[in-house]
């Protein structure tokens, strides 16, 4: 059975993973594309960025995420019950107080983001906080603070940053190779490489999207289980989950790059349905709910 922080270990070492799978795939996309254009300047400029890009996820990652989301940090007196309720909660799991932003957006969601506990932010939509009842918020807030107490929180805004960034690098390289053409067309052996690059960078958004769903699926189930365990009160993050699963429309700044990052798919209900259903960041909402009222059996 999930205990509260049992996962802090495991993503610690796969947000380094990350890190080093990220660089890895951009050192490789610059030696096939400074091949490819017979310019070594080229695999110098990838190793620099990806080094850089690796430093930067880390230290402003959260920073990043919050300007994406639109959110904005919340006033005092003005959401002093919202501000109560995550401090109360933050005494009960031994955590700092997360700092707290709202986003102005009608479709109820929240997220977590920050680089370490003493770094956190919970950000919650003002649909959230209009629809959800007292018990259901302190569901939620205690769902966003067990990602934070797992330590997900790093794990999920780095792959925000180097995730987005693959699949801009992948374009980038697509879009310029018809735009500039190669210096190797005459060489048979330069044309093949040229290819299998290609290749690799076609696959490479494919490659991070699979990091992105491995990562993001089981972490839901967890944060579900140690949210229970917070509040002794599952049924509230139950019903909290049901009313959001029940909002058909998506979020005004909804995107790929952070869906895994909500407490559901920023996308709305038509996203869960068809073939979409394959690239889901999340749990069915009525499996959730299910192991949430089963008496929080997540094994």
Do not use: C
């Not at 007196?77 to 997360?98: C, K, R, S």
């Not at 060489?187 to 299998?196: Q, W």
């Amino acid at each position: 059975m999930a205990t509260l922080y049992t996962q802090q270990r495991s993503n610690t070492e796969k947000t380094w993973l990350l890190m080093a799978v990220f660089l890895a795939i951009v050192v490789a996309l610059g030696w096939l594309i400074s091949f490819y254009y017979n310019n070594q300047a080229i695999l110098y400029v990838a190793i620099i960025f990806s080094l850089v890009m690796n430093f930067a996820s880390y230290w402003w990652s959260d920073k990043i995420v919050l300007s994406l989301a639109g959110a904005k940090e919340a006033n005092h007196d003005e959401n002093m019950q919202l501000y109560h309720l995550v401090e109360n909660l933050a005494i009960t799991a031994g955590l700092p107080l997360p700092k707290i932003y709202i986003i102005q957006d009608s479709a109820p969601n929240a997220f977590a983001t920050g680089r370490d506990k003493k770094h956190a932010v919970v950000a919650v939509t003002t649909g959230l906080l209009g629809m959800l009842n007292k018990n259901e918020l302190e569901g939620v807030i205690a769902h966003e603070l067990s990602h934070i107490g797992n330590r997900d929180i790093l794990l999920s805004s780095v792959i925000v940053v180097l995730v987005g960034l693959i699949a801009i690098l992948s374009d980038m390289f697509i879009r310029s190779r018809f735009i500039f053409g190669s210096s190797d067309d005459d060489n048979k052996a330069g044309g093949i490489l040229a290819i299998v690059g290609v290749v690799f960078i076609i696959l490479s958004p494919i490659i991070a999207t699979l990091i992105q769903l491995a990562i993001s699926r089981q972490r839901e189930f967890l944060a579900d289980s140690s949210g229970a365990l917070l509040t002794r009160y599952p049924e509230g993050l139950a019903s909290a989950l049901e009313k959001i699963g029940s909002y058909n429309w998506p979020m005004q700044k909804a995107s790929n790059a952070m869906a895994h990052l909500y407490i559901s798919n920023p996308f709305g209900v038509k996203a869960t349905k068809g073939i979409s259903k394959l690239f889901m960041t999340h749990p069915p909402i009525e499996e959730r709910v299910a192991r949430l009222r089963a008496g929080g059996n997540f094994n």
